[in-house]
């Protein structure tokens, strides 16, 4: 086994180990996004270990992850010979910062969202760690999410329970799963589980994007399975899918006239009065 905290990649995804409660399993979820450079065997652990509550184990994996920072960074401080320097300006910005009031509450709304929008998955978890209002929208933010990137790994239930509590993400993103080769079968089951949370009646949305860039594996099969399976695609991405042929080509060009009308269009069409 490698370093938990990235070191020797697997040779296959392995499915996350089924939690007791859809709760624990969308916990589990999350804590698998905000700490995506920790290995999910070390992230299962902590959570099982606090009880399997997500914000105490937040706060276990946030001093885990900030250990690992301040190991980092004093790695580099004495590589680059500033560790004093560093020491005495940190200093200096502590005193400078005391008195200053905290400006955060003073933002409105769809700023603070705005703000959060641009944060990395790990600063992410870093600022969630702050306060539990920064948790809270950490853990929410995933209603107003756009898109979305599934883990590799991830049981079947989870990716559907994913793709579900996504309501508004357009846009599912397949990349990390393409690192190794699917069995025969795995592939189909995974586009079975994106299909079937999209069609939650949760969603707010369709899914209209998927991205299988970097699947060096992928197949022009591949190609006509999710196309079967996905039936309100708009977009497609297969950058650097070198086994796919030209032979996918026809089927996506009928994929893409034959692809049903948006229902804004079928409203107008039966509103229209008969010629």
């Excluded at 079937?196 to 992928?218: D, K, M, N, P």
């Excluded at 309100?232 to 080509?249: G, M, N």
Aim: glycine share 8%; aromatic share 4%; net charge negative.
């Amino acid at each position: 086994q490698g370093n938990p905290f990235g070191g020797q990649e697997l040779a296959r995804p392995l499915l996350l180990r089924e939690q007791s409660t859809p709760q624990r399993t969308a916990d589990m979820i999350s804590l698998m996004e905000l700490f995506g450079h920790i290995e999910r065997d070390v992230v299962e652990s902590v959570f099982a270990e606090c009880g399997h509550r997500f914000e105490p184990a937040l706060q276990a994996l946030m001093e885990m992850s900030n250990a690992m920072d301040a190991s980092t960074a004093q790695q580099q401080a004495q590589q680059q010979g500033e560790g004093t320097a560093g020491s005495s300006g940190q200093e200096e910005e502590q005193l400078g910062g005391a008195d200053r009031p905290c400006l955060w509450e003073l933002l409105h709304e769809s700023v603070r969202e705005l703000i959060l929008s641009h944060l990395s998955a790990r600063d992410l978890a870093r600022v969630a760690w702050a306060s539990k209002d920064f948790a809270w929208r950490v853990r929410n933010g995933r209603v107003n999410a756009r898109s979305l990137i599934i883990p590799a790994g991830i049981s079947l239930a989870g990716i559907l329970g994913m793709v579900a509590g996504h309501p508004n993400a357009r846009a599912v993103s397949l990349v990390r799963w393409g690192a190794a080769e699917l069995r025969e079968g795995e592939f189909g089951t995974l586009l079975a589980a994106v299909s079937q949370g999209a069609r939650s009646s949760r969603r707010l949305v369709r899914v209209e994007a998927i991205s299988l860039r970097g699947w060096t594996h992928a197949t022009d099969g591949n190609v006509l399975q999710l196309l079967e399976a996905m039936t309100h695609l708009r977009e497609l991405d297969l950058s650097d899918c070198c086994a796919v042929t030209d032979a996918a080509l026809g089927p996506l060009s009928r994929y893409a006239r034959e692809a049903p009308p948006d229902a804004a269009a079928q409203q107008l069409a039966s509103a229209a009065p008969a010629q």
